[in-house]
């Protein structure tokens, strides 16, 4: 049974560039969040996907998007990349928001 | 005020001790508490969840004072093994869990 896979697992883009990160939720789960892990600080809340809609959102700005698809996956997209966009991208799937299984996420780097 | 304070640490320790971790949280209206252990470079997993009554998991002791607002890990008979950040999480019902920024501990021989 797999667990949460993230895609790719290292990233390096330039300012200004466009990214897409993917997850695949574990099996079962119906519930994508995702968040953004800088270095030394706690997982931060970007948004959540249930049923292929936006369900909650964090504060981080409109150039953060998100989509998930019939089979549950997901995709985080982030346009405009600012150097301050570095960090380790996590996306957590769950059973109707309970218990979340982390994937080991990507790490995104801005130059 | 951060809605989930931890010490980030580190806590350097030696092997066999006993350590603790406090985490306050904000929201009154806060329902779920969990501890999420993180290693270097890794996805946070799950530890344990916190309940009222408090609860233990082998070496891991995890307190609720909700009148303070707390939450407390302890870990006792510290192993090199344990090295990891640790992360408090809070959740009112439904809504998104926030994390907090983590406390760093390093076990040494």
């Known amino acids: 049974d797999a667990g949460v896979t993230q895609s790719p697992t290292h990233l390096i883009k330039t300012r200004g560039q466009q990214v897409t990160l993917r997850c695949s939720p574990k099996?079962?789960?119906?519930?994508v969040s995702w968040y953004q892990q800088a270095l030394g600080q706690g997982p931060q809340f970007i948004f959540q996907y249930y049923e292929e809609e936006e369900r909650q959102r964090g504060n981080f700005p409109d150039r953060f998007s998100g989509h998930q698809f019939p089979n549950y996956s997901s995709e985080l997209n982030v346009n405009a990349l600012l150097l301050g966009d570095s960090a380790l991208y996590l996306c957590a799937s769950s059973l109707t928001g309970d218990g979340y299984t982390f994937g080991s996420g990507t790490r995104l780097t801005v130059v | 005020r951060k809605e989930v304070e931890q010490d980030p640490g580190p806590f350097n320790v030696p092997e066999g001790a006993t350590v603790a971790f406090n985490c306050t949280y904000s929201n009154s209206a806060s329902q779920s508490f969990f501890w999420y252990r993180q290693d270097c470079r890794k996805e946070p997993k799950l530890l344990m969840s916190v309940y009222s009554s408090g609860n233990e998991d082998g070496r891991f002791t995890a307190q609720l004072n909700r009148a303070s607002q707390y939450i407390s890990l302890l870990i006792r008979d510290s192993k090199l093994s344990d090295s990891a950040t640790y992360l408090c999480?809070?959740?009112?019902?439904?809504?998104?869990?926030?994390f907090g920024r983590g406390t760093s501990l390093i076990v040494h021989p």
């Open positions: 099996s079962g789960h119906d519930t």
């Open positions: 999480v809070v959740r009112e019902g439904s809504y998104i869990p926030t």
